[in-house]
Antibody, heavy 116, light 110 residues
Framework: QLVESGGGLVQPGGSLRLSCAASGFTFSGFWMLWVRQSPGKGLVWVSRINGDGTSINYADSVKGRFSISRDNAKNTLYLQMNSLRAEDTAIYYC???????????WGQGTTVTVSS | QSMLTQPPSVSAAPGQKVTITCSGSSSNIGENYVSWYQQLPGSAPKLLIYDNDNRPSGIPDRFSASKSGTSATLGITGLQTADEADYYCATKDGSLSGGLFGGGTKLTVL
């Protein structure tokens, strides 16, 4: 029900845009989040956006470099990642905030590798 | 930045019970709901518990959770080898207007 795409290998300082296609639920009715997991490490919240895109939050580690957005007509969530660093290397998951920050639907993840 | 603290690892024998703690602060666990996730190797996380102590449909009652003050606890009874996974707590962080995950706990069923 959530399918991420757009990951890949990028050089430090480069940019990448991740997409997450949603299906099977009323996409515009939910906060959506990006969560990442660096190799061998734990889950880290990256960003979230409310149903109509008017409320957005970022983790300090990506603020000013990443931009979250959504297109409810296309049922798609995005994450524009600029000025990428080696420490941004991770699997990026798209997930739905079902209620009170309980994330009940997850994508399979897309891998971002930042390396020269 | 605020953090949620979990033990790095726990272990127990098949059929036994284990608990995993998640310690936070007044600005996160203290004023928000806690959720718990299971992540099997190579898979995306799976929601186990929402709103502190509720199980989504399909989650067996071997999994339970509670919250008290600024801490939360996940309990798993009747351990099975299939329960070997990483477990994470999560909540909102009022000071960040965002989210927090615990560092994760690796469960080994001996």
């Amino acid at each position: 029900q959530l399918v991420e795409s757009g990951g890949g290998l990028v050089q430090p300082g480069g940019s990448l845009r991740l997409s997450c296609a949603a299906s099977g639920f009323t996409f515009s009715g939910f906060w959506m989040l990006w969560v990442r997991q660096s190799p061998g490490k734990g889950l880290v919240w990256v960003s979230r956006i409310n149903g109509d895109g008017t409320s957005i939050n970022y983790a300090d580690s990506v603020k000013g470099r990443f931009s979250i957005s959504r297109d409810n007509a296309k049922n798609t969530l995005y994450l524009q990642m600029n000025s990428l660093r080696a420490e941004d290397t991770a699997i990026y998951y798209c997930t739905r905030d079902w209620r009170n920050f309980a994330m009940d639907v997850w994508g399979q993840g897309t891998t971002v590798t930042v390396s020269s | 930045q605020s953090m949620l603290t979990q033990p790095p690892s726990v272990s127990a024998a098949p059929g036994q019970k284990v608990t995993i703690t998640c310690s936070g602060s007044s600005s996160n666990i203290g004023e928000n709901y806690v959720s718990w996730y299971q992540q099997l190797p190579g898979s995306a996380p799976k929601l186990l518990i929402y709103d502190n102590d509720n199980r989504p449909s399909g989650i067996p009652d071997r999994f339970s959770a509670s919250k008290s003050g600024t801490s939360a606890t996940l309990g798993i009874t009747g351990l099975q080898t299939a329960d070997e996974a990483d477990y994470y707590c999560a909540t909102k962080d009022g000071s960040l207007s965002g989210g927090l995950f615990g560092g994760g706990t690796k469960l080994t069923v001996l």
